[in-house]
């Protein structure tokens, strides 16, 4: 089933943090790092790497974990996300900021040709190639990860409600709480003209921002 594996394998050995707290904007992360295959590799495994582990990596992957947690940093602390959050807040409590990151790259999927030229499936394709060369470098739980969001394709489904609906319920059943994310797609539609006008609002600005780190990443 589409996402379900995704609450058991990347967040397997956990304790103590309810995981799903955690980032959950795939997409994005891949599309910010631009061209560049390592600082690509680095951006996704990001949320994977903790601590020390980082310094086991070449520094061009090590620059790409950075680019990840810039880009959680910056997100977390925008106004325009804030407001996004304070809608759902109410509701969801501390997995507001989840179920955001899930819509906003629902809207990248959806509006993928104002940001980039290649179609998003055959994007998507692109990407597992690249990541597949780096099995050998990356965390094994990420490598397990891969063999479901390949199967079912979970960058390009995103795009779709029943692909983000899929998410939530599983999410939800994992919980360790009553998080109510099975109705998120329904606050989505409900509010779904300002969620789509916060993201294009913040997703410029964070797109600059990156821009910016990368270019002090080249020089450091």
Known sequence: MLFVYLNVLYFEGRQKAD???KTMNFL??????????????????????????????????QNGVKLHREIDTYTDSHEVVLESKKRLREKYRHYAPVIIDIFYDHFLALDWKKYHPQSLGSYTSD?????????????????????????????????????????FHGMSRRTKFDSKMELAVDDLQQDYESYHQEFNEFFPQLQKHVNDFIEELDHD
């Open 19 to 21: 995981p799903y707290t």
């Open 28 to 61: 994005a992360h891949i599309y910010l790092s631009g061209e560049n295959e390592p600082l690509k590799v680095g951006n996704f495994i990001g949320d994977f790497v903790k601590g020390k582990m980082v310094q086991e990596f070449d520094k061009a992957i």
């Open 127 to 167: 990407f597992y190639e690249v990541i597949s060369k780096y099995k050998n470098t990356i965390p094994e739980r990420v490598n397990h990860m891969l063999v479901y969001m390949k199967r079912d394709n979970w960058l390009f489904n995103y795009q779709f409600f029943e692909g983000i609906s899929r998410v």
